[in-house]
């Protein structure tokens, strides 16, 4: 008999629910949060499961690939789209939500999540770190002025080593210097890690063709396509290449119902890095980049008509498009002339 299993993690213990065809509740408990405690629960009291609803979180993309392996047909759901069918449910707790993640595999009413493999996690991680540090390093610098400001002392513009430097000649010998070499020691402990990490990523773009091939567009760098390539994943499961501007969160939310039809912000979903990144790219595309393309063309007529601000998140949403396309098609970025692209 057909059998559909809903699994609750947490930390130390996922509760488990196993319901048939109908919806009847055939077995449920609690386990062991490791894929082989799972597998094992799984096995012995649904041996001949259809399926299993693993909700999308911090440990899913482990859980899915562990339970894949073991040959388990398991499914990763949306989270947003099963805590409103959860929501239904009067009481919260790990043994409901579990029965009901049962029963939304049951049914089919779910959206499934494409889980990455381990490889683009590994990236993500390095790219998400980085990111943080440069945010502390930015912190620490405010810091060293804000400090320094009060006494009149100015720090100026600009970082890396003549920062350090002017700090230090403006305290030198004076009773801000204790204060200010420890916010500078952080500082510059932060910042070689930085450099670390943007050696580390610049090795891994080296090795990977997708991404050197991204970085053919303008504005894209190895920050850029690094994080494209580890967002998007597998460029097979868009259909269509438009699909990544809303994927991404660089569309415009709709709302309508009866007479009220409009259009909103962008809904600013999916991944903020890469969305970040993206918009850089198309500010530098189109204020930085000198040699002309399709793209920039298209750009500099619409921040005519619409404003330098609208017209950079139009052209971070059509360059994720055509970085998809890039990475679909194994092509390089196409050039074209200014006349070319005005006549």
Sequence with gaps: ????????????????????????????GKCASTP????????????????????????????????????????????????????????KSDRNDARGLAQIVRTG???????????SHLVRSLLTT????VRMRVDLANQIRGVLKPFGLIAGKGGGQPFAERVRALVA????????????????????????LSRRLVAIARQDGAVRRLMTAPGVGVLVALTYVSVVDTPERFAKSSSVGAYVG?????????????????????????????YE?????????????????????LAKRTGTRKATVAVARKLSVILHRMLRDGSEF?????EAQMA
């Design 109 to 119: 009413w779910y959206r499934e999540v494409a889980v990455k493999g381990m490889d």
């Design 36 to 91: 082989e405690a799972i597998a094992a629960t799984i096995r012995a009291q649904a041996p001949e499961v259809t399926r299993v609803g693993l909700e999308s979180g911090p440990m899913s993309a482990w859980h899915w690939h562990e339970l894949r392996k073991a040959g388990l047909p398991v499914v990763c759901l949306d989270a947003r789209h099963a805590k409103v069918a959860l929501a239904l449910q009067l009481n």
């Design 130 to 133: 980085r990111a943080q540090l």
């Design 281 to 301: 790219a198309a500010g530098i595309i189109l204020h930085r980049v000198s040699r002309w393309s399709a793209l920039k063309a298209w750009g500099t007529q």
């Design 173 to 196: 010998d004076g009773p801000l210097q204790d204060a200010t070499e420890a916010l500078l020691a952080a500082w510059q402990s932060v910042s070689e890690q930085v450099a670390v």
């Design 1 to 28: 008999m057909e059998r559909y299993v809903g699994l609750d993690v947490s930390q130390e213990q996922t509760s488990v629910w196993v319901v048939d065809s109908s919806g009847k509740t055939v077995w449920q």
């Design 250 to 278: 660089l569309t415009p939310r709709r709302y309508q119902s009866g007479e009220e039809d409009y259009t909103g912000h962008i809904s600013r979903c999916g991944d903020k890095l890469l969305r970040t990144y993206l």
């Design 334 to 338: 196409r050039w074209s002339t200014k």
